[in-house]
């Protein structure tokens, strides 16, 4: 049987690759329903295209394959394997209904795609947080934004063969003045110009979501410039990363700017597909600016994965930390740990710390039972791998927890932060999972083998300013404009500028650590809850 349906669903892509065509290539208004078609599901609703109707079949009889029962919780690698499949068919419906510009639906569509496939990674059924919206979910926006005071937009970034598509969600405000049409397509016309991306551009009044496409931005050639990002950014001694960060910004930013600056957008949430989940978008440069001296940026799973509350800021957050200084299983010390765990949960905030042969999962089952944390701090190193989660681990004394492991831990807390060394994320969905199935509501993580000398200064600085930010995600911002600019700094076997702070003692080889380098403050991404 299980053959059989991947045969089957071989073919199906096969033909639907053959059979959904791509949208014509200049700016113009996309086809209006046709009321003759109405009653004619056989036909596409827009007289063009691949109905959408047939992909919802095939989703629905494949989700009867695969056992769709809400309650159960643990896949087996068949059914998980046609759970996949079926993401991959949300993505080609939300491809088409972008096309026919229902951008309702398309969001839907891309909400259920990516759950899917989070459920083909963790071999696990997940119980969505939000039903279905009408909008994009920009009337949830919108509440965040005034929750926050920081005007949000919700951004859906996939790649594909046939191109990279932007959906773009800022707040729902009926009572905006409309006007934002005419100067939309100066500025895609300019942008054109300039870039000599073609732009597809549906018509909208302000606060309603839009789409952006760009048909020669492959995802192939996406992943070559986001590797070529990563390995530059590994050079602290030189720029080399720029060219590709500002390509990123072309193509992942520059489309959405006139109406990201018609709403007065402050914070910007990304949910993105393939490697764009490895790079850091507060990296990306527009010639003349990081992405993050701009906006604040966090990226989520899906937004019917993530429970976006704010936590009262009026209590101070008790935090857990724990953390490895010295060297297990053949891992390299990390010195700085000693300093950060200590600080931040003595004199930044208040709580426990538990290093070294402290630092062991009994010790972190047993807190956490007794106990609610609203921050677990763990300074360690950790690995998450491209193939399952059953290979992606966080290092304890003396024994691993493997990611399939975390959700028995109940780790039930605001923030679980992975001050992480040699961590590695490939094209996968190690982050998100851990944001999904920790039990967290958001996870701060770092992208790539981070600096001991330059995390710890950014975890002091992050937790320094968490208190009175109005976001977790302007928190971050915060902590990674004081490293741009070169307000926190380390010398002299100190580390100097964590606002409120006397200069505090580090004893760590900080030679050749220059702060403002994007290699040491993009490092982390906030996943999941960023409020």
Partial sequence: ????????????????????????????????????????????????????LILLNLINSLSRSGNSDQQQVDLSPDIAEIRGQIGRLYFLLARQYAAQNQLPEACNALEKG??????????????????????????????????????????????????????????????????????TRIGAKSLEEKMGIPLVQSNQASGTPFRKVAYNVTSEEVDRVIIDFRNNLRDTSSEDFLPQSQQLYDWVVRPMEPELEKAQIKTLVFVMNGNL?????????????????????????????????HPDRALTPQI???????????????????????TI???VLVGKNFMNSAFTKDNLRSQTSSQN??????????????????????????????????????????????????????????????????????????????????????????????????SKAIALQEAQLAFLRGEVTVKNNQIFGIKGF????????TRGVDLKHPYFWSSFILVGNWL
């Avoid at 490895?278 to 429970?307: C, M, N």
């Avoid at 006397?502 to 080889?509: E, G, H, L, M």
């Fill in 1 to 52: 049987m299980r053959y059989f349906l991947l045969w089957f669903l071989s073919l199906t892509f096969a033909i639907l690759s053959l059979s959904i065509p791509k949208s014509v290539r200049s700016q113009s208004n996309y086809p209006s329903r046709d009321p003759n078609n109405s009653d004619n599901p056989s036909r596409n609703p827009s007289g063009n295209g691949f109905n959408p």
């Fill in 114 to 183: 990516y759950s899917a496939e989070l459920e083909a990674y963790l071999h696990k059924r997940l119980r969505s947080l939000h039903p279905d919206s009408n909008d994009c979910y920009a009337s949830e926006v919108e509440r965040i934004s005034k929750l926050t005071g920081s005007p949000t937009a919700l951004i859906y970034v996939t790649t594909s063969k046939g191109g990279l598509e932007l959906i773009g969600v800022p707040p729902s405000s009926p009572n905006r003045p409309a006007g934002i049409f005419s100067r």
């Fill in 277 to 309: 989940r490895v790079v850091p978008p507060a990296a990306f440069h527009d010639g003349k600016r990081y992405l993050v001296e701009k906006y604040a940026v966090t990226t989520i799973p899906s937004w019917q994965l993530t429970e976006a509350n």
């Fill in 320 to 342: 857990l930390a724990m953390g490895l200084s010295e060297s297990v299983e053949g891992w390299s010390p990390l010195p700085a740990t000693k300093v950060e765990v200590e």
């Fill in 345 to 347: 949960s003595s004199q």
């Fill in 373 to 470: 944390f609203g921050i677990i701090h763990l300074a360690t190193h950790a690995k998450f791998v491209k193939q399952s989660p059953e290979e992606s681990f966080i290092q304890f004394w003396g024994d691993r927890l493997q990611m399939n492991q975390i959700s028995k831990m109940n780790l039930v807390t605001d923030l679980l932060t992975l001050s992480a060394c040699e961590t590695a994320v490939g094209q996968n969905l190690g982050l998100a999972g851990l944001a999904v199935d920790s039990g967290a509501k958001s996870v701060l993580a770092s992208l790539w083998a981070v600096s001991d000398a330059g995390t710890a200064p950014l975890m002091i600085r992050f937790y320094r300013g968490l208190s009175t930010a109005p």
């Fill in 502 to 509: 006397p200069n505090i003692p580090f004893q760590v080889d």
